[in-house]
C-alpha cells in the first residue's frame, strides 16, 4: 500500500514537471462564438513593437469558402476570401498589425459564402 502511494506521488510530480508553463510572450485564446456548429477563435500579443494576432475558424469540411473581416479598434484592417483546408477542414487568418497607444480591440468576422453561418471572436491587447 505504502509502495503504490509513493508510486503515485512520484508519477503526479513527473506529470507535473512535464506539463507547459505559460510564458510572457505566449498569447491567450480566446473561443469566438460561431451561429451553426463551426468553431472559432482568436488569439493576439504584442510582438516587437506590433500586434500579431490569429484568427481561425473550423468547419470541418474542406473547400468551404468564407468571407473574412478582421479590424482593429472599429476600423477594418483586412478583408478577403479564404478556405478551409485539410487536413482540419479550418483556416487561419494571421496579421501583423500596428499597435496604437493604451489598449487595441481586434475583432474578427466570417461569414460562411455557402450556407451563411457566421463566426465572430474578438480580444483586447
Known amino acids: 500500500m505504502r509502495t503504490?502511494?509513493?508510486?503515485?506521488?512520484?508519477?503526479?510530480?513527473?506529470?507535473l514537471a512535464?506539463?507547459?508553463t505559460a510564458s510572457a510572450d505566449q498569447a491567450p485564446v480566446i473561443?469566438?462564438?460561431?451561429?451553426?456548429?463551426?468553431?472559432?477563435?482568436?488569439?493576439?500579443?504584442l510582438d516587437d513593437g506590433r500586434i500579431e494576432s490569429?484568427?481561425?475558424?473550423?468547419q470541418n469540411r474542406i473547400g468551404r469558402r468564407w468571407s473574412v473581416v478582421l479590424r482593429r479598434d472599429g476600423r477594418v484592417v483586412f478583408r478577403g476570401?479564404?478556405?478551409?483546408?485539410?487536413?482540419?477542414?479550418s483556416?487561419?487568418?494571421?496579421?501583423?498589425?500596428g499597435n496604437g497607444p493604451g489598449r487595441d480591440r481586434i475583432v474578427a468576422t466570417a461569414r460562411a459564402l455557402r450556407g451563411g453561418?457566421?463566426?465572430?471572436?474578438g480580444i483586447s491587447v
Open 91 to 97: 483556416f487561419e487568418l494571421r496579421r501583423f498589425l
Open 31 to 45: 473561443a469566438g462564438k460561431c451561429t451553426g456548429s463551426s468553431t472559432s477563435k482568436i488569439k493576439a500579443k
Open 117 to 121: 453561418e457566421v463566426c465572430t471572436a
Open 54 to 58: 490569429e484568427f481561425e475558424v473550423d
Open 4 to 15: 503504490m502511494l509513493i508510486l503515485c506521488i512520484l508519477a503526479a510530480g513527473a506529470i
Open 81 to 89: 476570401i479564404r478556405t478551409t483546408r485539410a487536413p482540419s477542414g
Open 18 to 20: 512535464a506539463a507547459p
